[in-house]
């Protein structure tokens, strides 16, 4: 059974080398914000954040606030890897698709970090919370998931799917949901700001090994066949009558 086909190895191995450099440059950004802004208690920054954030009252705003912080919870959140890991599978990227269920390993981390933090959740008396929650504040766990899990699938989209404008409108589409999920989760009242930069920066840092390992391993694989294909074309090429020797 053929390969699906892919971009050219070698724009494939640029692109992912490009993508992990700026991924690294964010990591290592949000992570001097998080220790900037994250304490045990609120800061100014982290207040004013949310305030500002919640004073816009409109109706469809706020739904749509709602709905993206919806989709993080259990068990819906089992729906989305399987949902986004689905097309890779049906074009027998199977690698793929197994490589975007396994970002959600993510949220282990996250529990280990919530343990040791500890930070409470923000509080009524403070700013408005829709729906108050029990468990530690730092890092956001909604940030983490989406971003692990529609960080990875942009990362294979952006370096194996060829130019096409099927492909631009797919790496939109992915991003938004990473951009939106952080303003969710303070619109909600159920994250500081620090916590969500925290939760983007643990993405981030996690994102940039788990797509260098599938660079190393699988890409390395796709251009081994590519490259013996270009060396017997090349032997048969000097085989040809009427071919110099040398």
Known sequence: MSEPPVANPWLVAWRTRHLVGVMLGAGVVLVGLTLVASQADPNAVDLGATRWVQQFNNAAFAALMYWVSWFGYAPQNLIMPLMLAAPFAIRRLYVEAA???????????????KAVVHRAR????????????????????????????????FFLVYVLAPQS??????????????????????YLGQHWLSDVLGGYAVAVLLLVPYCWAYARWQLERRSTPHESRRAEAHGQASQAPGASSR
């Open 99 to 113: 490589w975007v269920l396994g970002s959600q390993a993510a949220s282990l981390v996250v529990m280990v970090l």
């Open 122 to 153: 923000p509080s009524a008396d403070l700013v408005g919370v829709q729906t108050a929650l029990t468990d530690p504040s730092f890092p956001s766990g909604h940030v983490v998931q989406y971003t692990a899990l529609f960080g990875v699938t």
């Open 165 to 186: 404008r099927l492909r631009t409108v797919a790496l939109y589409l992915l991003t938004i949901p990473i951009l939106l999920v952080g303003l969710s989760r303070l």
